[in-house]
């Protein structure tokens, strides 16, 4: 953001989680395996900058993007790396690829003819093996075929050959996992035993980084596991890893009490109790809450649980305040984090919303300004 903001709402992202979670990640694979962090979706909405910035302080060998807007605005804030793009973009901009050093995917031998006529210099590419997710990618194998086609063209480089098996979508299937990874495999030996070079072999993001230690290769692509979001780990890689979305927090704009507003028609969408007194949070389902107002919806203010009043609004929540007697304009509000000796943390606010933990910061992280700490 070019200047701050004056929204009084935020979320926090503590960039030293980022930093821990990539130094056990190093642990884990060893010092030998190139680490790509993948920042997708704005870094899982903890802001593609920031944690690019945090993770290329850290050492690592480079970072990927399935958003070559988010990808170019890295670059031209500074990070220097090498950078991957997923399947994002049309062979149109091969020019700017090649000056923004933006190393884009290829799977069809179509690919590799559209990439290497737009292309003018020398454009770095990537080959994606499909080994079962039937998205981008060459099957195993026509791996071995775009790849001689890569190398034999006028202008392009085979930068790596990446594979990304389906898994952890809410589609875990242990020995589908494991025959995507044999797939990737197989792609890759008949491209050695072609004598073609590959600098970058891939093909762990999170969930197989954590459970198949033995398809860690030469790097690794995980993305949302060096924000901290819990998957299943084999016992040798479980580890202790931190969440880098910490806070979810804003303060109010308006406490008033209901006494005062005299005759007004009793809402038929609450119960107006004696006495009440209401706040607003800046804050609605446009920005990531839920529309349909959870039954157990509570935030802390001044370290006390205060109930949300349904409905949710587009950009506002209403707090009833009765029984938090200090409350007043330009309190902060705890949707997420610690408020004097109470917390809701990662689980329980999903919890309240009726979501999983990794669908909270892509949802929040979208609209809302972040807050650096760490
Ligand atoms: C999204 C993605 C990743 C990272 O996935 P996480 O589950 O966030 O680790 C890695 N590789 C590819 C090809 C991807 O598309």
Not at 257 to 275: C, H, K, N, Q
Not at 299 to 322: K, N, Q, W, Y
Not at 352 to 358: E, F, I
Request: hydrophobic share 45%; proline share 6%.
């Amino acid at each position: 953001m070019a200047f701050p903001s004056l929204r009084p709402t935020w979320c926090e992202i503590d960039l030293g989680a980022v930093a821990h979670n990539l130094r056990q990640l190093r642990g884990l694979v060893g010092p030998e395996v190139a680490i790509y962090v993948c920042l997708k979706g704005d870094a899982n909405g903890c802001g593609a900058v920031a944690v690019a910035r945090r993770a290329e302080a850290e050492g690592v060998a480079g970072f990927a993007f399935g958003n070559v807007d988010s990808a170019l605005a890295c670059r031209d804030a500074g990070i220097a790396s090498p950078i991957l793009l997923y399947p994002s973009c049309l062979p149109e901009v091969a020019s700017l690829l090649e000056e923004k050093r933006l190393m884009p995917t290829l799977s069809t031998l179509a690919d590799v003819a559209a990439w290497d006529q737009a292309a003018r210099g020398r454009l770095s590419v990537f080959l994606k093996i499909d080994a079962g997710g039937f998205r981008a990618g060459a099957l195993p194998h026509e791996g071995a075929a775009v790849a001689a086609a890569i190398v034999q063209s006028r202008h392009l480089h085979l930068a790596g050959v990446y594979g990304h098996p389906m898994t952890s979508y809410g589609f875990e299937d242990e020995s589908y996992t494991r025959a995507q990874l044999r797939g990737v495999e197989q792609a890759l030996a008949e491209i050695d035993r072609a004598g073609i070079a590959v600098p970058v072999r891939m093909v762990s993001s999170s969930a197989i980084v954590l459970a198949h230690p033995e398809a860690d290769l030469n790097a690794v692509d995980p993305g949302r596991l060096v924000l901290g979001l819990p998957f299943p780990a084999v016992a040798e890689r479980k580890v202790e890893w931190r969440p880098a979305l910490i806070g979810l927090k804003s303060r109010l704009v308006m406490v008033k009490s209901l006494a005062e507003i005299g005759d007004v028609e009793p809402a038929p969408f609450m119960t107006r109790r004696a006495g009440m007194r209401i706040g607003l949070i800046p804050f609605g389902w446009s920005d990531g809450y839920p529309r349909k107002m959870p039954a157990s919806a509570t935030v802390l203010i001044r370290g006390m649980r205060v109930p949300l009043i349904a409905p949710s609004h587009s950009e506002l929540l209403r707090v009833d305040l009765t029984d938090c007697a200090e409350a007043k304009v330009g309190d902060e509000v705890v949707l997420l984090g610690r408020s004097g000796e109470d917390g809701i943390d990662l689980d329980e606010l999903a919890g309240q919303w009726g979501v999983s933990t990794h669908d909270l910061a892509p949802a929040i992280g979208k609209t809302l300004p972040h807050r650096y700490v760490g």
